[in-house]
């Protein structure tokens, strides 16, 4: 290849770069790769184009439009005219997104995706007081790093510089990303950082309003709530002080639901809860019905709390008595089946409830002298501690394969650095509440956890669905937990320990010195996988393409990157068989796409419920906090089939389960398949090679 004279290029925004001819081989491979052309062919079109340009452009710097000009030129006096339309297709696609950017006012040099330009823009750059954008992504990224590395200042002030360059880093190559409320308001006014928040709500009307409250400071936040309303008296109860008639734990719940309605999280992000009742509540059957007319109660997630006798009795067909919380008394005993076959039939229908295990989750909470966990934040992966917080960062695991192979190393960097950010963040936050913030300190806990697991999976060639694919969760999962705990014991030793530590199972089992009471948690990462551009937590995908609505008038065509290059690699290209895996989401009925690909490019509706289960209970196996997981279902499935789903969870020792069967909810985020109109205009669509956000359905994922 020709050594360039030309030394720099001019890019769009009149700054100049050191020109680099890779990047045009890089260019003309992937038009020969669109067109069933080869890798030799590359070498001399590259050598030519050069040439061309140290003919033409020795005494002036030329454009990054001269350039793609002189590619278009080379390829169609070669005679590979096809190439050169795909050459042109691509520069015309990449001016679409260029202008739909400007249109929204974002100037990218990070160059993300149109969807995550669009999320961004949306929710979390600064705007000024007209609403216009004020902050480019890089900004977005610089003023966390700075805001967070900040907390160095209460150590070793000297390490700030550092430390937030090597944030800033982290963050601009998408390798890590925090949870939404710390890309919303760090360096900003308001500061509140942390995701995830439960609140206590015992049996008085002093307790009940002032957690609603609390409840709206945290809304207001931008964080998301977790109650347990079981310590509540039921529907009919006695009332002491009036001699009056208790309305019941639901009725309360639909004021926290109204409540939620009207306070929009930071101007950003509509309201978030969980709600639970334990299974020997009275009122369990009103609880687990609630939801059933698809329009109550959409500000919450609700989930059954099943302890292990529940369960057992379950299996057994025995029963279950359920007890009045406020005098401890049993009101009366059913067959727990007939809990089970209610709780199962409305998951079904509507996909709520959930089930959390509170047994096992007590059985690994990290503090039991503090007291019992007994509600979970909105997407069930943080059990926490009433009047408790966690702050959540995620690792986009494709970026740490390349050429089938992990790169280890690189991960325990990420994660050494990501354990540091997030304990930074405990200590810049601005709490809601000051006993959030005194027993946030007490346990420092963070959630250190994982998106792109699918997308890894094909870096790596194996499927979802085969078994090697639950060894490398495992496999990740325990090296991200044994790093974070490395990382948070070197912590400690920098900055103490966690002060709770005497009061937690850590000194029994040999850990004298751990900043952090809990490191890892596997989060739904809904927004900001679409920000990484990767495949949502641990969710298989969601649709290999697919629209979605970008802005008023324009909806995006996305395919996976992946196979859009595995296509382009084999020839296979081809307009008509596109437009059949738009038309279908999924592979698995599609001629003419080889077999390795379809066992490679599963979709959530491809793969089985049971290793929908099986997976979340490999990566709980290694995660000290939750995982956060939705079993989805085709519309065809069965009653029994939840019902299995729930139990495999209990015995595989998960925390908890979710499902969500196929056209149960109205507004679903994403349409593919037969759902979509067959006459969608081309000139509507804009191609872009981006991941969704998963598979979550709407009310269920809120994050």
Known sequence: MATAKVAWVRRRDGTTVAFRANRIAEAILKALHAVGGGEAQA????????????????????????????????????????????????????????????????????????????????????KDAEGRVVETPAGLFRRVAAAVAKAEEGYEASRRAEVEERFYEMLAALRFLPNSPCLMNAGTTLGQLAACFTLPVEDSMESIFETLKHMALIHQSGGGTGFSFTHLRPKGDIVGSTMGIASGPISFMSIFDKATDVIRQGGRRRGANMGILRADHPDVLDFITCKRDRTSFRNFNISVAAPDDFMTRVRRNASY????????????????????????????????????????????????????IESTNPCGEMPLLPYESCNLGSINLSKFVAKREVNWPALAETVTWGVRFLDNVIDVTRFPLPQIAELTKGNRKIGLGVMGFADALIQLAVPYDDPRARRLAERFMAFITQTARQASAALAEERGSFPHIRKSVWPKRGCRALRNATVTTVAPTGTISIIAGCSSGIEPLFAVSFWRNIMEGTELFEMHQLFRQALEE???????????????????????????????????????????????????????????????????????????????????????????????????????????????????????????SGPCPPERCFY
């Open 43 to 126: 070498e001399p079109l590259t050598a030519r184009v050069v040439e061309v340009l140290e003919e033409r452009y020795a005494r002036r710097v030329p454009s990054v439009e001269d350039i793609q000009d002189v590619v278009e030129e080379v390829l169609m006096q070669a005679g590979l005219t096809s190439a050169a339309k795909a050459y042109i297709l691509y520069r015309n696609q990449r001016r679409t997104v260029r202008d739909t950017k400007l249109a929204l006012g974002v100037s990218d040099e990070l160059k993300l995706s149109l969807s995550a330009t669009k999320v961004l823009e949306r929710r979390y750059l600064l």
């Open 321 to 372: 008595a359920l007890q009045n919380p406020r005098t401890k008394s049993v009101m009366r005993s059913v067959p727990a089946a007939t809990i089970w076959r209610y709780l199962i039939t409305n998951a079904w229908e509507v996909g709520d409830p959930g089930v959390i295990f509170i047994d096992e989750i007590n059985r690994r909470q990290p503090t039991p002298e503090l007291g019992p």
């Open 570 to 692: 084999r020839g296979l290209a081809s307009e008509a068989l596109l437009a059949e895996v738009a038309r279908l989401g999924s592979l698995a009925s599609i001629r003419g796409i080889p077999t390795d690909l379809k066992e490679l490019f599963l979709t959530s509706a491809d793969v089985t419920p049971e290793v929908h289960v099986r997976m979340q209970a490999s990566f709980q196996k290694y995660t000290d906090n939750a995982v956060s997981k939705t079993v989805n279902l085709p519309q065809e499935a069965t009653v029994e089939d939840v019902g299995n789903i729930y139990q495999l969870a209990h015995r595989l020792k998960c925390k908890g389960i979710t499902v969500y069967r196929a056209g149960t909810r109205v507004g679903e985020p994403v349409s593919w398949g037969a759902a979509r109109r067959a006459t969608q205009p081309q000139e509507h669509v804009i191609q872009v090679t981006m991941e969704e």
